[in-house]
C-alpha cells in the first residue's frame, strides 16, 4: 500500500478556489467603517495593499488564475506531499484511516509561503520595491523574506521583542533571506515609539507589531503592507493546498469523512478544508469539519460572533468574525502562531452557518500528540499542527471504540525544527498548562464596539 500520494508538477492546481460564491445565502458580511457603520469600499485597503489583492479580498469569481511567476516559485517544494499515517493508526490500533497534507516541506518549514509568495508578486507588478510587515514567532516574518527575495524586493519585518530574543534562529532566517528584521517596539515609528515611552522595556506584542508595520507602509509610497492569515486573499492563497489534495485522495481512491486543521487566522485550515467544502455545500458529500485552537486563545469555542477590530489599537475596519476582543492578549503559549484574538469572517461565516466546528485543546496534550505521532510518522510537528494532530488522534480513538473504518484528513501546516525549546519544556516537565483566561476575555469582551 502507497504511504505518499505525491503529484508531479504540471498537476499542480493553475488556479486558486475562492470560496465567496459558494457560501451559504446572507452569511457573509461586508466590513464596516466603525466610524460611520457603512460598508468600506476597497479604496478603505488601498494605502495598505495593491489593488489586484484588494479586488481579491471582494472577488466573487469562482476561480483566480495563479500567475506562471507564482507557479514557478511553488514548484521550488509543491505540489506536496499526501502521507497516510499508516504507523500511528497502527500505534492507536485504529480501524480510521488517517491522512495527512504536509505543508512542513517549504523552504520556511509551513503553508505560509503559499500566500507571501503571490502576496509579494502582485505588490512588485504594482511597482512596490518594500514589503512591510509583523512577526510573532517569526514563522511569518520568514515567509515574507523568502518571498521578497525571489522578486528582488526589499522586506521590514517588526519582530515581537520577546521573539526577536527567544527565536534567534527565525531572526537569521530572515535576515539570510536578505530582510532587515527589528526587535518592536522600534524607535523607527510613532506607534513604537509611543510604547516606549510609556515602557521603554516592553517586550511588545503582536498588536503594536501590526501598528508599526502598517504606518511603515502608510507613510512611504513605495511600501506596502501584508498580512499572514485572516483575509479573504490569504484564505484563497492557500486553496493550492486543498486542490491538490482532492486530486491525490482520489488517485489513492478515498474521500475523507472528516477534514481536520488548526486555526490561528484560520488560513492553513480554510487552504485545505474550502476545495472539500464546496461538495458539502453543493449538496454533494456530508463532509464533516472540525477545527482545532489553544484553551487559552478559545477564539471560535467561547468567543463572541460579531464586528471587531483586526488588531490592537483598533485601526482597522471592523470585521464580522468570532473574537475574543481585540485588545485581548493571549497567554504566552508555545503555539505561537495561534495567539490572535479574532478569525477568518470566512471561517467564522461558516462556523455560524452550521457547516464546521471547534475544538480547543490544552498546552500538554497537544505535545502528548505530537510525541505520539513524531514516534510513529518521524516527523517533528510544529506546536501549531499538533492541535490538528490531537484532533484527528481523538476522532480515530472514537472510530476504535465504534469500530468505524471513517477516513480522516488534516492538515500537518509545519514542521517544528524551531521549537525545540518547547519539546525541551514538554520533556523536561516544565511545560504548563494556562488556566482559561476567563477575567481577561471578560474585560476584552466588554470592548467590542456595539455595532449592527
Ligand atoms: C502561522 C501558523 C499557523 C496558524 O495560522 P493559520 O492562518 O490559522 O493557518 C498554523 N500552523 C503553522 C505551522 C503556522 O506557522
Redesign the pocket.
Known sequence: MAVKTLLSEDQMPKQWYNIAPDMPEGSLKPPLNPATGEPVGPDALAPLFPMSIIMQEVSTERYIDIPEEVQEIYKLWRPTPLIRAMRLEKALDTPAKIYFKYEGVSPAG???PNTAVPQAYYNKEAGIKRIATETGAG??GCSMALATQMFGMECTVYMVRISYGQKPYRRSMMQVWGAEVFASPTDRTNSGRAILEGDADSLGSLGIAISEASEDAATHDDCNYAL??VLNHVLLHQTVVGQECKQQMEIAGVYPDIVIG????????AGLAFPFMKDRLEGKKNVEFLAAEPSSCPTVTKGAYTYDFGDALASTPLFMMHTLGHDFIPPGIHAG??RYHAMAPLISALVDAGHMSAVAYGQTEIFDAAITFARAEAIIP?P??SHAIKAAIDKALACKESGEEKVILFNL??HGHFDMSAYDAYLSGKLTDYAYPEEKIRESMAKIPKMG
Open positions: 509551513s503553508h505560509k514563522q511569518w499572514g492569515s488548526c486555526i490561528g487566522g484560520g488560513s492553513n485550515y502562531g495561534l510544529a501549531e499542527s501546516s509545519g
